[in-house]
């Protein structure tokens, strides 16, 4: 029995001794894996890099956030206002790279290795420090700090052994105290003037009177009030309404309604304040409104499309016109300064700035005189179209109108709803910008048909055609259709063909050419170039539509050679097609901006080409029967051809009628005007323009 017991003791003793061992074992491996200060900073590089705030909180020691005074929600608000208020990006974070103490003593090899950052040398067991480089990425810029974790080792309700970091402000911005803010400050740039040739502003800084309510001071009875206030200024009680239950306003704050040329404010109306405000103003008004635009508040659309993000709420953006279309040279760049203050406001210390640049000035070729007095010619009378006056020498354009205009300084103030529904219930669409429309060019462009030909060798000056009657077709291919003239004239040669503007003449003159030889006759006049006028949106002009190119059909052929079939030319275009006939054959492309590189000059007829039209546009107005004969009166020599242009919706139908004329001097060519009015119908064609033109033209020749 006693050996049995023996036996049985010493076959325990090996399995006890095996379990005394694992139990070591484990205890050991237990110790091995207690937390370690490391662990802990990884987690807050980790948790920081990716904005999570609320688990950096649970890193921190209980005392360091009791002495705080924030819970979590108030901890993970403070860092996210921060970060918002800065427009943080991206967050990095990385442990500085530190020497050993044997690199530090001497020891090569540590340092080429660059040992990493395992914290300072401590005699506390329950501490740790260890350094970092945060790097934030703000919409100013990047701002890269040095800051120091301090981690202690404390001991849970459980008895496991951890590490939590001693928060401190610093830990946001190296700067920050206890009570500090981090505040955000934009630095606005100043919109860019826009000015014309002499300086004189046409888009600049001016100021406006606006109205708005303080809500304490209407009185015992508020809305007998609003009402009342509503009625005066012309807006409807919801829009004051909205205004005054937008979530800043309080009793004694003045709210800004709408703006008024008022400097008084009628006794009755209790609660209304003026106040004065700087605004974008357009000095010309109407005048210029096409070419300058206006600007506006930015809308919800306008920041969903700003793919660069430079745009705030309460930032203008350009809305039309060179405005809109320059609007980066003109808008400037913004700057910022993010800096820390204390509880009071003072400054501790400033994070990083960048100063705002301001926009660049524009000037323009534009004189705002003459701008002034060719919209006043174009727009009387109520009269629909555009104006280009052009030194025929340089390119520069001096003026350029389009009619009817609206009031840029009341787009920038507000349109109140009676000024908006006037615009929209114009049928004149007033909105239009007529000197880039594109408008089939009539007879005007009977002047390069005769220059093609002349070129191609096929038209002379003095080479007639026996033409009979007021209508003509080639043969009866062409069925029913008939090209037809105003003046029954036999024989007919180029100058009587351009000074009584004789369709017939010039299609007979096309079909003789040849679709092939007139394309390459008429190409050279700019077609399909826009002359670099980007800033005015400006389409290229076109002889023919895509698919039709090529010209092949006769009908067509013909039509195009007066102007009409699908011809359409800017008044910009027709304007500088006309230089070569005044510059000895050199075309000159329009120039808009000062100081902008334009292309030479180029040479696309021959002097003599060139001078044989000349000279017959002169006769346009110097003889008799001539359709600018009107213009004869003024002083010096002036040439000129006028054209008048038939919509159809149906061959057979009248339809709308479009009056052309380009005028240029021959004597000092010192200006080129091309202008058309639609809806000639009944009053004249393109003697109705010729009539309207000429006080503008008596006034600038005797200024010449």
Same mark, same amino acid.
Request: hydrophobic share 35%.
């Given at each position: 029995?006693?050996?049995?017991?023996?036996?049985?003791?010493?076959?325990?003793?090996?399995?006890?001794?095996?379990?005394?061992?694992?139990?070591?074992?484990?205890?050991?491996?237990?110790?091995?894996?207690?937390?370690?200060?490391?662990?802990?900073?990884?987690?807050?590089?980790?948790?920081?890099?990716?904005?999570?705030?609320?688990?950096?909180?649970?890193?921190?020691?209980?005392?360091?956030?009791?002495?705080?005074?924030?819970?979590?929600?108030?901890?993970?608000?403070?860092?996210?206002?921060?970060?918002?208020?800065?427009?943080?990006?991206?967050?990095?974070?990385?442990?500085?790279?530190?020497?050993?103490?044997?690199?530090?003593?001497?020891?090569?090899?540590?340092?080429?290795?660059?040992?990493?950052?395992?914290?300072?040398?401590?005699?506390?067991?329950?501490?740790?420090?260890?350094?970092?480089?945060?790097?934030?990425?703000?919409?100013?810029?990047?701002?890269?700090?040095?800051?120091?974790?301090?981690?202690?080792?404390?001991?849970?309700?459980?008895?496991?052994?951890?590490?939590?970091?001693?928060?401190?402000?610093?830990?946001?911005?190296?700067?920050?105290?206890?009570?500090?803010?981090?505040?955000?400050?934009?630095?606005?740039?100043?919109?860019?003037?826009?000015?014309?040739?002499?300086?004189?502003?046409?888009?600049?800084?001016?100021?406006?009177?606006?109205?708005?309510?303080?809500?304490?001071?209407?009185?015992?009875?508020?809305?007998?009030?609003?009402?009342?206030?509503?009625?005066?200024?012309?807006?409807?009680?919801?829009?004051?309404?909205?205004?005054?239950?937008?979530?800043?306003?309080?009793?004694?704050?003045?709210?800004?309604?709408?703006?008024?040329?008022?400097?008084?404010?009628?006794?009755?109306?209790?609660?209304?304040?003026?106040?004065?405000?700087?605004?974008?103003?357009?000095?010309?008004?109407?005048?210029?409104?096409?070419?300058?635009?206006?600007?506006?508040?930015?809308?919800?659309?306008?920041?969903?499309?700003?793919?660069?993000?430079?745009?705030?709420?309460?930032?203008?953006?350009?809305?039309?016109?060179?405005?809109?279309?320059?609007?980066?040279?003109?808008?400037?760049?913004?700057?910022?300064?993010?800096?820390?203050?204390?509880?009071?406001?003072?400054?501790?210390?400033?994070?990083?700035?960048?100063?705002?640049?301001?926009?660049?000035?524009?000037?323009?070729?534009?004189?705002?005189?003459?701008?002034?007095?060719?919209?006043?010619?174009?727009?009387?009378?109520?009269?629909?179209?555009?104006?280009?006056?052009?030194?025929?020498?340089?390119?520069?354009?001096?003026?350029?109108?389009?009619?009817?205009?609206?009031?840029?300084?009341?787009?920038?103030?507000?349109?109140?709803?009676?000024?908006?529904?006037?615009?929209?219930?114009?049928?004149?669409?007033?909105?239009?910008?007529?000197?880039?429309?594109?408008?089939?060019?009539?007879?005007?462009?009977?002047?390069?048909?005769?220059?093609?030909?002349?070129?191609?060798?096929?038209?002379?000056?003095?080479?007639?055609?026996?033409?009979?009657?007021?209508?003509?077709?080639?043969?009866?291919?062409?069925?029913?259709?008939?090209?037809?003239?105003?003046?029954?004239?036999?024989?007919?040669?180029?100058?009587?063909?351009?000074?009584?503007?004789?369709?017939?003449?010039?299609?007979?003159?096309?079909?003789?050419?040849?679709?092939?030889?007139?394309?390459?006759?008429?190409?050279?006049?700019?077609?399909?170039?826009?002359?670099?006028?980007?800033?005015?949106?400006?389409?290229?002009?076109?002889?023919?539509?895509? =698919? !039709?190119?090529?010209?092949?059909?006769? +009908?067509?052929?013909?039509?195009? *050679?007066? /102007?009409?079939?699908?011809? @359409?030319? %800017?008044?910009?275009?027709?304007?500088?097609?006309?230089?070569?006939?005044?510059?000895?054959?050199?075309?000159?492309?329009?120039?808009?901006?000062?100081?902008?590189?334009?292309?030479?000059?180029?040479?696309?007829?021959?002097?003599?080409? =060139? !001078?044989?039209?000349?000279?017959?546009? +002169?006769?346009?107005?110097?003889? *008799?029967? /001539?359709?600018?004969?009107? @213009?004869? %009166?003024?002083?010096?020599?002036?040439?000129?051809?006028?054209?008048?242009?038939?919509?159809?919706?149906?061959?057979?139908?009248?339809?709308?009628?479009?009056?052309?004329?380009?005028?240029?001097?021959?004597?000092?060519?010192?200006?080129?005007?091309?202008?058309?009015?639609?809806?000639?119908?009944?009053?004249?064609?393109?003697?109705?323009?010729?009539?309207?033109?000429?006080?503008?033209?008596?006034?600038?020749?005797?200024?010449?």
């Amino acid at each position: 029995m006693k050996k049995s017991k023996r036996k049985i003791i010493y076959g325990l003793l090996p399995l006890l001794f095996a379990g005394g061992i694992g139990a070591y074992l484990y205890m050991q491996s237990s110790k091995a894996e207690e937390a370690k200060p490391e662990a802990t900073v990884d987690q807050y590089i980790q948790h920081l890099q990716k904005q999570e705030f609320d688990q950096l909180y649970t890193l921190m020691t209980p005392a360091s956030l009791d002495e705080s005074g924030m819970n979590r929600e108030q901890f993970v608000e403070k860092y996210s206002a921060i970060y918002s208020g800065m427009e943080v990006s991206a967050v990095k974070a990385e442990l500085k790279p530190k020497v050993t103490d044997t690199a530090e003593s001497g020891g090569s090899e540590n340092q080429d290795k660059g040992v990493q950052n395992t914290g300072k040398p401590d005699q506390n067991p329950d501490t740790y420090e260890v350094d970092y480089r945060l790097q934030l990425t703000t919409f100013l810029g990047e701002v890269n700090e040095t800051q120091t974790l301090k981690l202690v080792r404390q001991e849970t309700e459980d008895g496991t052994k951890v590490w939590r970091i001693n928060w401190q402000p610093s830990m946001i911005l190296s700067d920050m105290i206890k009570g500090s803010k981090v505040r955000v400050r934009t630095l606005l740039p100043e919109r860019g003037d826009i000015v014309d040739r002499d300086g004189l502003p046409l888009a600049t800084k001016g100021t406006v009177n606006e109205w708005g309510i303080v809500p304490e001071k209407l009185g015992d009875n508020p809305d007998a009030m609003i009402a009342q206030i509503a009625k005066h200024y012309k807006v409807s009680e919801d829009v004051i309404n909205n205004a005054l239950s937008q979530k800043w306003v309080k009793p004694e704050y003045f709210v800004p309604i709408g703006s008024t040329e008022d400097y008084n404010i009628p006794e009755q109306l209790s609660g209304v304040k003026l106040q004065s405000k700087e605004i974008r103003y357009y000095p010309l008004g109407a005048s210029a409104a096409h070419l300058i635009g206006y600007v506006r508040k930015v809308t919800q659309e306008d920041l969903e499309k700003d793919t660069e993000g430079y745009y705030r709420a309460e930032d203008w953006i350009g809305r039309a016109g060179l405005e809109q279309s320059m609007e980066k040279q003109l808008r400037g760049e913004r700057g910022g300064v993010i800096e820390i203050t204390d509880e009071t406001g003072k400054v501790l210390s400033e994070l990083i700035r960048k100063d705002a640049v301001n926009g660049q000035k524009v000037q323009l070729t534009i004189s705002a005189e003459t701008q002034s007095e060719l919209y006043k010619a174009l727009s009387s009378d109520g009269d629909a179209g555009a104006a280009v006056l052009m030194n025929p020498a340089d390119g520069h354009l001096l003026a350029l109108a389009s009619a009817p205009a609206y009031n840029p300084n009341k787009m920038v103030t507000g349109l109140t709803q009676a000024e908006w529904d006037a615009y929209s219930a114009d049928e004149r669409l007033p909105f239009i910008n007529r000197f880039t429309n594109r408008y089939a060019p009539g007879s005007t462009f009977k002047a390069i048909t005769a220059a093609a030909g002349l070129m191609e060798k096929v038209t002379t000056a003095d080479k007639t055609h026996e033409i009979s009657g007021l209508q003509w077709r080639k043969d009866e291919s062409w069925g029913g259709y008939y090209v037809k003239r105003v003046k029954s004239l036999t024989p007919v040669n180029m100058v009587d063909a351009l000074v009584y503007s004789d369709n017939i003449y010039f299609a007979q003159e096309a079909l003789e050419m040849g679709s092939k030889r007139f394309i390459e006759g008429i190409q050279k006049f700019g077609f399909g170039d826009n002359f670099g006028l980007d800033e005015l949106y400006l389409k290229p002009s076109q002889y023919a539509n895509e =698919a !039709n190119l090529d010209l092949a059909s006769e +009908v067509l052929l013909a039509d195009t *050679s007066y /102007g009409q079939g699908e011809m @359409l030319m %800017s008044p910009i275009h027709l304007a500088s097609s006309f230089t070569p006939f005044i510059n000895e054959g050199k075309m000159v492309k329009p120039v808009l901006i000062e100081g902008k590189e334009t292309s030479e000059p180029e040479v696309i007829i021959t002097p003599e080409a =060139a !001078n044989t039209v000349k000279d017959a546009l +002169v006769q346009v107005v110097s003889r *008799s029967g /001539g359709t600018a004969h009107a @213009l004869n %009166s003024l002083p010096g020599e002036l040439a000129a051809k006028t054209g008048t242009a038939e919509l159809k919706a149906k061959k057979g139908e009248n339809g709308l009628e479009n009056g052309f004329v380009v005028v240029f001097d021959t004597q000092s060519p010192s200006f080129l005007i091309s202008a058309v009015i639609e809806g000639v119908n009944g009053r004249g064609g393109s003697h109705y323009v010729v009539d309207k033109l000429k006080p503008f033209l008596e006034k600038l020749e005797s200024t010449q």
